[in-house]
């Protein structure tokens, strides 16, 4: 059972650890992986645009836009902006590590543009964010709100509600300007000699997103 819906004020930040989970910290080492239908690369300036049904891996991490700008710092530290089609919004997808004898679980999230930092291993979700985790295919939290922003390394994820659409934007802000979050209690291992539990419905496949961008909502 989901616990009940939490609105926040306008602009309160929501944060909190994910049940004693890590992100792949590995994800920030490996290559990035990138297939899109058109490239423009600058050695110089060392930035390249990838346009055209653009997906992204990076270790577990997984982006889907229709834009990508990519540059990469003398430390060798690479950012990534994704953008999503007018109306669509980008999708981003993340292994998280468990505890040995723990179910696998997943973030995943879409917003219009989805920015990724490698150096601070942060992922930012913007204008209307959602952010999901998953227990193997059971969904067990999720917010929302005009800007979501993930820590890799601290595993504390903050989200910004927003009254107003942002200054030329044609889609909607937050409804009301809130913040919205549903969170499920806890999974502990089961405890030796417990008594088993009831059999349940089977648990709903994690969405998928079936086009690139998210889908518009």
Not at 111 to 135: M, T
């Amino acid at each position: 059972m989901r616990k009940r819906l939490l609105p926040i004020l306008l602009l309160a930040a929501l944060a909190f650890a994910m049940g004693g989970t890590r992100a792949e910290k590995a994800d920030r080492n490996k290559p990035m992986n990138i297939e899109a239908d058109a490239l423009r690369h600058d050695e110089l300036k060392q930035t390249s645009v990838f346009t055209g049904r653009v997906v992204v891996t990076k270790g577990t991490i997984l982006l889907r836009g229709a834009r990508l700008d990519v540059r990469q710092d003398p430390d060798g530290f690479q950012y990534g902006t994704m953008t999503a089609e007018a109306g669509k919004r980008a999708f981003f997808r993340q292994k998280r590590d468990t505890a040995p004898g723990m179910p696998d679980e997943f973030v995943e999230g879409e917003g219009e543009v989805i920015e990724y930092d490698g150096r601070a291993d942060l992922v930012r979700l913007i204008r209307r964010s959602e952010l999901r985790r998953y227990r193997e295919s059971t969904l067990t939290d999720e917010m929302a709100g005009a800007l979501i922003v993930y820590n890799n390394l601290t595993d504390v994820f903050t989200v910004d509600g927003q009254k107003a659409a942002p200054a030329g934007s044609n889609t909607a802000a937050t409804p009301g300007g809130r913040v919205r979050a549903v969170l499920s209690p806890k999974e502990t291992p089961a405890k030796a000699g417990a008594p088993a539990a009831a059999p349940t419905s089977p648990a709903p496949a994690l969405r998928p997103s079936g086009e690139l961008g998210g889908g518009a909502k």
